[in-house]
């Protein structure tokens, strides 16, 4: 996988001959394998983590909780962003990583699918919304609670392969 100048399109896709936003036509494009992560970063005091970590948030399983969210996310990302298209999602997982001592929650998602368009928009979708879902769950235990970052980290299948540099 590569980053290069090539990653950058030479027109805008989504927008038409008048300037006017539009659905992309994948229709000729043939299905293929198609695969994208993301990540979301969640800062919150280590005294919240620990909580978290422990199972005794008031409201519950905020790992288990925040995880479904994620995966149901990604499955109606079509319905969340505008231009973005209806997707047979072969795969999603959402994984949370907890550091307790630092208070840093490490989401990450995995989306795949055989389609004519990529899944990149459902990886992140999962991860930001997994995230609103662990803010929502503790923001009784603590209202300085941050989403520090949401990235795409790979994509494969389609034209091009992309990896973020480390």
């Known amino acids: 996988m590569s980053t290069s100048a090539r990653d950058a399109p030479d027109r805008l896709t989504h927008i038409d001959g008048d300037g006017a936003a539009r659905m992309v036509d994948v229709g000729a494009k043939a299905p293929t394998a198609r695969r994208a992560r993301a990540e ?52 999603v997982d959402v994984s949370i990583e907890l550091d307790s001592e630092t208070g840093i929650a490490r989401i990450e998602s995995v989306a795949s699918t055989v389609a004519q368009t990529g899944v990149e928009m459902e990886a992140m979708t999962a991860c930001a919304v997994a995230a609103l879902t662990l803010y929502d769950m503790i923001k009784g235990l603590q209202r300085g609670v941050s989403v520090e970052s949401l990235q795409l980290l790979e994509k494969t299948g389609g034209k091009h392969d992309w990896r973020r540099p480390e």
């Open 40 to 91: 979301a970063i969640v800062r919150m005091e280590p005294a919240t983590a620990a909580v978290v970590a422990a199972g005794d948030a008031p409201k519950g399983d905020v790992i288990g909780t925040a995880r479904l969210a994620g995966i149901q996310a990604a499955k109606r990302t079509d319905e969340l962003i505008p231009l973005a298209h209806s997707l047979p999602l072969s795969h």
